[in-house]
């Protein structure tokens, strides 16, 4: 059974940074690609930065220049390094494996809050 614990989020305000945690249990980690979601109030949940069991990266359009994912095989963790942050990226923010299908599990979020 895969668990995803999320930590790091907190309130900043607008220009700071936040470094977000994602420990991961269950699965072999090292061969999983793992991606960030978010879910901002009244929205739907949006994959914002991925990366693969080597080391390739994505970002949506949104992350690209101020989001860093990255991992670490030997603490089954991925990050989030969020700089330059703006009011609209206020949401829960979540971990997975992926690709995500019906029977993803999903942590329990960790809430970034920007203020302006």
């Known amino acids: 059974q895969v668990q995803l614990v999320e930590s790091g989020g907190g309130l900043v305000q607008a220009g700071g940074s936040l470094r977000l945690s994602c420990v991961v249990s269950?699965?072999?980690?090292?061969?999983?690609?793992m991606g960030w979601y978010r879910q901002g109030p009244g929205k739907q949940r949006e994959l914002v930065a991925a990366?693969?069991?080597?080391?390739?990266?994505n970002y949506a359009d949104s992350a690209k220049g101020r989001f860093t994912i990255s991992r670490d095989n030997a603490k089954n963790t991925v990050y989030l390094q969020m700089n330059s942050l703006k009011p609209e990226d206020t949401a829960v923010y979540y971990c997975?494996?992926?690709?995500?299908?019906?029977?993803?599990?999903w942590g329990q979020g960790t809430q970034v809050t920007v203020s302006s």
């Open positions: 997975a494996t992926l690709p995500i299908s019906i029977a993803t599990s």
């Open positions: 269950g699965i072999i980690f090292r061969i999983n690609a």
């Open positions: 990366i693969t069991s080597s080391y390739r990266e």
